[in-house]
């Protein structure tokens, strides 16, 4: 079998309960991973507001902006009716498709809102009841735009990432991966990036900031290049497993992260 990133380190710092998809393939790939779960997700209410205005007004379109959002949002709003579905990522399609309903909108290339925006389903959009269900905080842009196009959008944030507290050792084994000649450490969003630099201080992985980084776009490229990362930066299509996957096995194929001699 074919390993294109055998001798790789690879710290992945997914919450817990969505890194076994990727960890997997990592090592189906001939990589060593380590699992170092940065937040974890915790469910938020759905507002008042947000429930009496789904009520009054079934939407046109539901945007799912992640998995997590599928899962909080059906748990507490349930399947809404007469509802297009459009999602970000197709770890979202997924999560979506495995509740038994049908993806009508994905974007046909990346995973973010500008994906999503680009699609003909939003080009005008004037008149329509669009709900977007996410996480607290992130990005407006999908809101505003849709707003500016016409729509009248209500957000409902149901989840919320939390920093969580290290596992006894967990400090140990990054700081072990980070020694290694070309480790990688995987960060799939701003909030992921920032909670591991809080919780690894560079008094116990001081080579941290000298790794690989991958990442699912520019935007948390430009995060990491705030926070004075030193290492190279490889930048993925999306946050997807298979996106990130791809852009580490093509960056190693070009010789930018080495195997141990």
């Known amino acids: 079998m074919k390993q294109p990133l055998a001798g790789l380190v690879v710290v992945v710092t997914r919450p817990a309960r969505q890194a076994t998809r990727f960890i997997a393939m990592l090592q189906e790939c001939g990589a060593s991973a380590v699992a170092f779960p940065t937040v974890t997700i915790e469910p938020v209410p759905l507002d008042d507001g947000v429930r009496a205005a789904l ?13 997590n959002a599928v899962e909080q949002a059906l748990a507490q709003a349930g399947r809404l009716p007469q509802a297009a579905t459009a999602v970000i990522g197709r770890a979202t399609a997924r999560a979506v498709a495995a509740a038994g309903i ?57 989840y919320r990432r939390l920093p969580v507290v290290p596992a006894g050792g967990s400090l140990e084994k990054v700081a072990s991966a980070c020694a290694t000649p070309a480790p990688v450490i995987a ?35 430009a995060a990491a290049r705030r926070h004075d990362w030193r290492g190279p930066i490889a930048v993925a299509r999306g946050a997807e497993d298979e996106a990130m996957l791809a852009a580490l096995i093509e960056r190693r194929a070009v010789g930018g992260s080495s195997a141990p001699a």
């Open 102 to 158: 049908r993806v009508d909108a994905i974007p046909a290339t990346g995973a973010d809102s500008e994906g999503l925006l680009a699609l003909p389903a939003f080009a005008s959009p004037s008149g329509q009841h669009i709900v977007v269900f996410k996480g607290v905080g992130g990005r407006d842009a999908l809101r505003a735009e849709l707003v500016r196009r016409g729509a009248t959008v209500i957000v409902a944030e149901v």
């Open 55 to 67: 009520a009054a007004q079934p939407p046109d379109w539901v945007v799912y902006t992640s998995a």
């Open 187 to 221: 960060a799939t969003s701003v909030e992921v990036l920032e909670s591991l630099l809080q919780l690894v201080p560079d008094s116990r992985a001081p080579r941290l900031k000298d790794a690989t980084l991958l990442v699912p776009g520019e935007r948390v490229a």
